[in-house]
């Protein structure tokens, strides 16, 4: 079965320092994963997504995630965060199964990114 | 270019009455999406529209859920009699038919607060 794992409920950083929120993920076939953005009283924004291709996505607002097949990871990056970046983070996959004809997605649970001025 | 839509915003109600909520996607978007996030927990999908058809329900929770979309269009999401565990935000998502990108758009999300 399709799952997706979000192992940090939340992620504090100091703004101006690197981010990482992670994402692993399990598929039985060619994963297309897809990390989305919700910041508060607004709805889900598409961040990035890995079809196929490069490895390190690069996204909105400066993010990017490397898709890692070996450690089957699809890590949300940033190289220098923002106080404005603090949000609920979900990362994505979409569900290849031979029952699914539509592509829905199944999502992790959450990591709430907090940058700190 | 208008994105997805959703009304209400907040609903709350009582044990036993009934909610509709409606989606609006992007014009021109076959596939239409509900999902459901419960209690801060991860969000999960409910069913697929393509155009007027449902193509996958296999996410509704049970026969007190009834989703339409008439006409191909909007789509909404009627709950009767809701029960306590029905609370959460719901979110609805758009995406072209043959996009080859699979992205989903989403709306702000109903959240539903059931007393």
């Known amino acids: 079965a399709q799952s997706v794992a979000q192992p940090e409920d939340q992620v504090n950083v100091a703004e101006g320092n690197p981010l990482t929120v992670k994402c692993t993920y399990s598929v039985s076939g060619n994963p297309y994963l897809f990390w989305y953005v919700q910041y508060p009283n607004r709805g889900l924004q598409f961040l990035l997504k890995y079809i196929t291709g490069d490895n390190l996505v690069k996204g909105s607002y400066g993010f990017e995630a490397e898709f890692n097949k070996s450690q089957t990871s699809f890590h949300l990056k940033k190289p220098s965060a923002l106080v404005s970046d603090s949000a609920l983070y979900f990362c994505a996959v979409r569900d290849d199964s031979i029952y699914n004809q539509g592509g829905k997605l199944i999502f992790g649970q959450g990591t709430e990114l907090s940058v700190k001025p | 270019e208008a994105g997805v839509t959703q009304f209400p915003s907040h609903s709350v109600i009582e044990k036993g009455q009934t909610v509709t909520l409606r989606c609006d996607p992007i014009?021109?978007?076959?596939?239409l999406y509900w999902y459901r996030r419960v209690m801060g927990k991860e969000i999960k999908f409910l069913l697929h529209?393509?155009?007027?058809?449902?193509?996958?329900e296999s996410g509704m929770p049970n026969n007190r859920f009834l989703a339409e979309r008439t006409g191909g269009t909007y789509s909404t999401l009627k709950v009767q009699p809701a029960e306590l565990e029905d609370s959460g935000v719901y979110f609805c998502?758009?995406?072209?038919?043959?996009?080859?990108?699979?992205?989903?758009?989403f709306g702000p999300g109903t959240r539903l607060t059931v007393t």
């Open positions: 998502a758009s995406s072209l038919r043959d996009g080859e990108t699979y992205e989903q758009y």
């Open positions: 529209f393509v155009k007027e058809s449902k193509q996958d």
């Open positions: 014009s021109g978007h076959d596939n």
